[in-house]
């Protein structure tokens, strides 16, 4: 299907007729004292008139390495989503067999969007939307299109019929037939839409409308960066809510979340618990770790890090955190989240404001005046969903006091700041609930239009209503939402600025209360009240039920709670009676260790050489950062680019072109100083190259050879032993390419052994090793370290009677996790604060080896390093520049400083 791919209005002004076409335009509107004149087919060229013409053509997608080397596709042709089913579905069909919808359980889209070709001067473009809009709304678009772009006309009716087109077409083309054939093969339809993109309807009108035809409702969740705007990820409670919402309506029981894509090689367990915590809070009950690489050669270890896979140290342990939240999951699916309140979206009012040239103050007002309501309903622990106009139309039903969408009834509705504009469906709905007793709270006065029309009837309706229809008024607004309806769960004696999330679900003879504290510094302590007879804490990491203190007070109980920076708590509150925990007194001191702490690196150490000379086509470019190297050895074989690089690869493409003559090729010299102080220093060195099949390696220009069967961090990267042909001074590691395969990607070298790091004016020297202690890795010579350490200690157990509880400390410390070992056998994790573990069950009497094992990240070996890149995300771009002057010193790469800062301490709890 040539045709069918993705397109775009392109618009242009001119003053006076254009001189000539390019293209052969679709509409060409001449501007006159009253509005537009289409003149399409009737412009005389070249002659001047004075007045102003805009020119409307079709402009298609370039290709595109992110797609492959083709263009992405227009979505709202329902033959190009029949024939995308055909293809790719039917084609997993019919290799799978009767597996597909059985073990194969659902299918997942990324990002599907109709935003158009022809960047910000285009309009999105579908062969159907001239007739879909004059059947729709009847009136005819084009002679109206300027009004999309500029304030003249009924701009605001033009553009929020529009984009109700827009979405109409998304829907009834894409989602439904997606839809459709997911269940008619017993395939759960999962995945996300553009949904950070909100308010703007470019790219997805309506992700909300559009999640209501997903069996699993999702969402992407990437970096590790709190971000609470309209677009942010982490922090964004508008969009976690969002695909809950539509999951309680439609009466889904799992949402999905693609999570921690782009947080870069430095994320730690920690990190990854608080961002996942924020979601299961939110709504999120199915967690998709992005992602796994097969293989970290080349380009893929920079293609939005991190990977859940064996290249990582911590991987060994990830099983903590995969339990955790695979528990987490299955109680957060259990019975139903009930909230009686709705919020209505105000996307349709952003529709009206929308211009693709440029965003308007009004427009960003609708955005951050409903971002920040959200978090002000977060903050006061407001029991809500969200709904989308378009869900209201097609789902929902009024009965007494109610509001009705799919599984769920609302007794209260509240319209948000930035709400300006209704649906006419919406205000028909509206007053059918308010003649049944159903009640509104309102932060905004009624809106001024329906369908983008100026009209008086939302404030007539409020006058005949006006006991139901309440403002906020004075103050926070959030007494009258409580009037109308009571909170399930009261929370008091939190930090005003706490960030603590909760989610409640009810269940028959009780309820689940999850709260996450998503701060990563401070502690949230407070207490809760709700309905129960008695409280048990689930422990979502081993799997354990005890009793939890509470205070009973008629059917309810006052519950406290004291979370530390990422903590997390699970409560179920059973209807049944039971006593509540006594509360434990015990006096914890500290245990002797008999003998001091010895520490021990697990791994070699780590030298990336990320700088080369590079000898191609005759010529030598000295001190060249690797990416800059390896994209000029491409360029010089014909190829505009690394064609593995931010891309997806077909073999009739790619593989295909692997056809570079014998004599092809290029050299790269990776240079590095060592400071020896005997022939034994850095004996027994040696040099990672990826691909070793494809490079000839020399070490001051002795040829070496790759070391069979050995391998160090991925498959695809061979060891050479290069320790022999070190000398004192400058050394040089030469690969050579010949001839160029399609596969030579130019890749940093790496040096592993039993060395130091001395930061130098350029770069970094290599020191004879020296004992290590408590303290930062990078000080004491490893900066690219990012294996683990072992920090070990003995502890005589006495023969106590009654014997004690035991547990492990740690003081401060940076790492991905800290694992806890006694006498071998490992413990458990002290990852998370306040960073204890129980031992008592594991010393014995007598001797005891404790030792802690911290584990770096790659994010130290594999960076990025250069240009003061922050923590929390990874994007290809980011590891593409290096410093500017060629290699910098070695006090200018940038690092994670980790390390057992202080010394951990085992202290003995005895009972008061």
Not at 70 to 99: A, C, P, Q
Not at 286 to 302: C, D, E, P, V
Not at 568 to 596: F, M, Q, T, Y
Not at 676 to 685: I, S
Request: charged share 25%; net charge negative.
């Amino acid at each position: 299907m040539p045709d069918a791919a993705r397109s775009g209005l392109r618009m242009r002004r001119f003053e006076g007729p254009p001189k000539a076409f390019d293209a052969e335009p679709v509409v060409v509107l001449r501007k006159t004292l009253t509005g537009f004149e289409d003149v399409t087919g009737k412009v005389q060229t070249g002659r001047a008139d004075g007045a102003a013409y805009y020119v409307f053509d079709v402009v298609r997608a370039d290709p595109s390495p992110w797609h492959g080397g083709f263009t992405y596709v227009d979505v709202m042709r329902k033959d190009v989503t029949e024939k995308f089913l055909d293809l790719t579905l039917n084609g997993y069909k019919r290799s799978i067999g009767k597996e597909f919808g059985l073990t194969v359980p659902g299918v997942f889209q990324d990002e599907a969007e109709i935003s158009p070709a022809g960047g910000r001067e285009a309009l999105n473009f579908t062969p159907a939307l001239f007739q879909t809009f004059q059947t729709r709304w009847g009136y005819d678009l084009r002679p109206n299109l300027v009004s999309l772009f500029e304030d003249v006309g009924n701009w605001r009716r033009v553009r929020h019929d529009y984009y109700a087109t827009l979405l109409d077409l998304f829907i009834e083309n894409w989602a439904k037939p997606y839809y459709a054939y997911a269940t008619d093969n017993n395939l759960a339809f999962t995945g996300h839409y553009w949904e950070h993109e909100w308010p703007s309807p470019r790219s997805s009108p309506d992700n909300l409308a559009m999640a209501a035809y997903a069996h699993m409702p999702g969402i992407d969740i990437l970096m590790n960066e709190w971000d609470s705007g309209p677009h942010g990820q982490f922090g964004n409670a508008r969009a976690v809510r969002e695909i809950r919402s539509a999951a309680n309506q439609m009466g889904r029981k799992r949402t999905m979340s693609e999570t921690y894509g782009a947080g870069g090689w430095d994320l730690t367990f920690a990190d990854q618990k608080r961002i996942g915590d924020w979601e299961y809070a939110l709504g999120v009950n199915f967690l998709n770790q992005h992602l796994s690489y097969a293989t970290i050669k080349g380009a893929r270890k920079r293609d939005h890090p991190l990977s859940f896979s064996d290249h990582e140290p911590w991987w060994p342990y990830y099983n903590t955190l995969a339990d955790y939240f695979g528990r987490l999951s299955v109680v957060m699916s259990l019975g139903e989240q009930v909230n009686n309140i709705l919020v209505v979206e105000p996307t349709t009012t952003a529709w009206m404001y929308y211009s693709p040239a440029a965003e308007s103050e009004d427009f960003q007002t609708v955005g951050r005046d409903f971002q920040a309501f959200v978090h002000l309903l977060e903050a006061e622990q407001v029991e809500y969903d969200l709904i989308s106009e378009k869900t209201l139309q097609e789902f929902a039903s009024v009965s007494h006091g109610k509001l009705n969408i799919g599984s769920r009834s609302y007794s209260l509705v509240i319209f948000p700041p930035g709400l300006r504009n209704l649906e006419d469906s919406t205000v028909a709905l509206v007053r059918d609930y308010l003649i049944r007793d159903g009640k509104i709270v309102s932060w905004v006065a009624p809106p001024d239009y329906v369908n983008g029309i100026v009209t008086e009837d939302l404030r007539l309706l409020q006058d005949s209503f006006g006991d139901r229809w309440v403002n906020a008024g004075p103050g926070s607004g959030f007494d009258k939402v409580r009037m109308f309806s009571p909170p399930a769960v009261v929370f008091a004696g939190t930090p005003a600025n706490a960030r603590i999330f909760h989610q409640r679900r009810e269940f028959d003879g009780g309820r689940f209360v999850f709260v996450a504290n998503s701060d990563a510094a401070e502690t949230a302590a407070g207490t809760m009240t709700l309905a129960g007879g008695s409280a048990e804490e689930w422990d979502a990491f081993t799997g354990r039920v005890k009793a939890y203190p509470f205070v009973r007070r008629g059917n309810k109980v006052d519950v406290a709670f004291s979370l530390p920076p990422g903590g997390s708590l699970l409560l179920c509150l059973k209807n049944e009676r039971a006593k509540p925990a006594p509360a434990a007194a015990i006096v914890w001191e500290d245990v002797a260790a008999d003998g001091g702490l010895a520490v021990e690196p697990l791994a070699p150490n780590v030298l990336t050489l990320d700088y080369c000379d590079l000898v191609l086509g005759g010529r030598t470019e000295k001190d060249l950062y690797f990416y800059d190297a390896q994209r000029k050895t491409y360029e010089d074989h014909g190829m505009g680019r690394n064609p593995w690089d931010s891309a997806v690869q077909y073999k009739t493409n790619i593989l295909d072109r692997d056809k570079f003559p014998a004599n092809s090729g290029f050299e790269a010299v990776f240079w590095f100083r060592a400071v020896k102080g005997d022939a034994q220093d850095f004996a027994a060195l040696k040099a990672v190259v990826e691909r070793p099949e494809l490079f000839r390696v020399f070490v001051n220009d002795r040829e070496v050879k790759a070391l069979p069967g050995e391998w160090w961090l991925d498959r695809a990267f061979g060891v050479f032993p290069v320790g022999p042909h070190v000398v004192s001074g400058k050394n040089k590691i030469t690969v050579k390419a010949k001839p160029f395969t399609i596969h030579s990607e130019l890749e940093p070298v790496y040096l592993l052994g039993d060395f130091r790091l001395a930061g130098a004016a350029r770069g970094f020297e290599l020191h004879p090793p020296a004992p290590l202690a408590a303290g930062s890795w990078k000080a004491q010579g490893l900066p690219f370290y990012g294996a683990g350490v072992r920090y070990r200690k003995t502890y005589i157990v006495p023969q106590d009677e009654p014997r004690p509880a035991y547990r492990l400390k740690l003081g401060a410390w940076l790492g991905a996790t800290a694992e806890v070992f006694v006498g071998g056998k490992r413990v458990g994790t002290a990852a998370f604060a306040p960073y204890e573990v129980d031992l008592t069950d594991a010393l014995v009497v007598g001797p005891n080896e404790v030792s802690v094992v911290v584990y770096g990240t790659l994010r130290n070996t594999l960076g990025p390093f250069h240009n003061n890149q922050p923590l929390g995300r990874a994007w290809p771009g980011s590891f593409q520049q290096g410093a500017k002057g060629g290699l910098p010193p070695g006090s200018e790469y940038g690092s994670v400083d980790y390390g057992l800062f202080d010394d951990f301490k085992v202290l003995k709890g005895i009972a008061r």
